[in-house]
């Protein structure tokens, strides 16, 4: 790894904070007050995963070459499910904000890492082992939510909504 910068760390930053309050603290809380039911719980997380990953395809906007953007994509989403699931849970986005910033700071020293070598494509099995950890991740998720927390979520929901949790 690649020692990070302050740009490095600003963009890291902001990105988890920006993206966690958006499509959890924002997006979630909102399918979650008009969507929230047992059988939605899974729905939720999905649907901020796909809205989060949705957002990275603007990378092929900016240059990346679309197999490139629509992988971030792909391994966005599995994200965006774990992280929607972690909230659904837990409803806190500050713990997300920081899991991002790791995430995020590590992804981009391990670029400018290989940059500096002067490697300009990955080989596919490191493609391939990133995305099964992202997978992984993924479900990790959906058993986080599984049926039998549904109803441990729902009540969570309703605290956090009744504004005896301020």
Same mark, same amino acid.
């Given at each position: ?49 796909? =809205? &989060?990953?949705?957002? +990275? ?7 990346? %070459?679309?197999?490139?953007? @629509?992988?971030? $994509? ?23 904000? =920081? &899991?991002?910033?790791? +995430? ?7 670029? %400018?890492?290989?940059?500096? @070598?002067?490697? $300009? ?46």
């Amino acid at each position: 790894f690649a020692p990070s910068g302050l740009k490095q760390i600003m963009m890291a930053s902001m990105a988890g904070l920006v993206e966690e309050v958006c499509f959890r603290e924002i997006a979630v809380s909102y399918m979650a007050r008009h969507w929230m039911s047992e059988k939605r719980i899974p729905l939720i997380a999905v649907l901020s995963g796909f =809205l &989060f990953g949705l957002t +990275h395809m603007t990378n092929a906007i900016g240059g990346w %070459e679309i197999t490139s953007a @629509l992988l971030q $994509t792909l391994l966005c989403i599995f994200m965006g499910v774990f992280y929607a699931s972690i909230y659904l849970r837990k409803g806190n986005v500050w713990v997300l904000c =920081l &899991f991002h910033f790791v +995430h995020d700071i590590l992804t981009f020293m391990a670029v %400018e890492s290989v940059t500096v @070598l002067g490697v $300009t494509e990955l080989p596919d099995w490191i493609t391939i082992y990133i995305a099964a950890i992202e997978f992984a991740l993924c479900l990790c998720g959906f058993f986080y939510i599984r049926r039998a927390k549904r109803q441990e979520i729902i009540n969570l929901w309703e605290y956090k909504w009744s504004g005896a949790s301020s």
